[in-house]
């Protein structure tokens, strides 16, 4: 016992003993951080896949909002039928009266030569002039993509829509059916506003990837270009989405 007793107390003193001591109440430390760090990364992919899980099933009825008015939705089925692609944004803000900094998130969808429409890619827009908006209102818009320049744009990491695609408001009221086949731009676009509908260009706006939306989505990092071009990911959650673009296009 005397003998046990005298190794703690030389333990106790040790130089040895208390750099041990250091080193395991460091190791403590380091596992605490990496756990906070990995909760922190787990916390902020779960808000990620909720995010684009909303974006989705938002963008749907956005779109079903577009075709169900009478005034609009037979010019943008006459341009869907045609279209490579569209863009759906069911909530970008505009925080000043007709000009001053906008912004929102959508989704993209891309027609293969087959007809078949992809699942949806994830996009944010910003800037550009909004049309008739007032301050602190949000508005649906409708971008639909008629060209291969316009999916090029998207396949981007960022484009500036007017100068990387060519954008135009698109036709509304009487006669905006025929009217859609004599438009040459790459982009047409449609703002809905508390229940009104207008053809607005959106030029100057910025459209650009939401990458981590994008692996939150689909379990693993992909591209845009993977999903609208290569139909190389897929989520069963977006078969809505995706059946109502395709009858919408039909």
């Known amino acids: 016992m005397t003998t046990s007793f005298a190794r703690l107390r030389w333990l106790s003193h040790s130089p040895l003993a208390s750099i041990a001591l250091v080193l395991l109440l460091l190791a403590s430390v380091g596992c605490a951080s990496t756990q906070n760090t990995t909760t922190a990364n ?5 808000n990620d896949q909720r995010q684009a899980q909303d974006l989705v099933e938002q963008s749907r009825m956005t779109l079903d909002n577009f075709m169900a008015d009478q005034t609009i939705g037979d010019p943008v089925r006459s341009l869907l039928r045609r279209a490579k692609a569209v863009v759906i944004f069911p909530g970008v803000l505009k925080a000043a009266f007709l000009v001053g900094a906008s912004g929102g998130n959508g989704v993209a969808l891309a027609r293969d030569a087959q ?4 699942n949806p890619a994830f996009y944010t827009v910003g800037g ?3 049309g008739f908006q007032a301050g602190g209102e949000s508005s649906e818009i409708l971008l639909i993509v ?34 859609t086949a004599n438009l040459s731009a790459d982009i047409v676009s449609y703002l809905r506003n508390k229940g009104l509908f207008a053809g607005v260009s959106l030029s100057g ?9 994008n692996q939150a989505y689909y379990g693993r990092p992909i591209s845009s270009s993977d999903i609208l071009v290569r139909h190389a990911a897929s989520n069963p959650q977006s078969a809505r989405l995706v059946g109502d673009v395709q009858r919408a296009s039909s």
Request: charge should be positive; aromatic fraction near 4%.
């Open 146 to 179: 008629m060209s291969d320049r316009g999916l090029a744009s998207l396949q981007a990491t960022s484009a500036k829509l007017g100068a990387d695609a060519g954008i135009a408001a698109g036709p509304v009221g009487v006669g905006a059916a025929a009217a």
């Open 128 to 130: 550009g002039s909004f």
């Open 115 to 118: 007809g078949r429409w992809s």
């Open 42 to 46: 787990n916390d902020t992919r779960s």
């Open 205 to 213: 706006a910025v459209l650009a990837t939401r990458d981590a939306l």
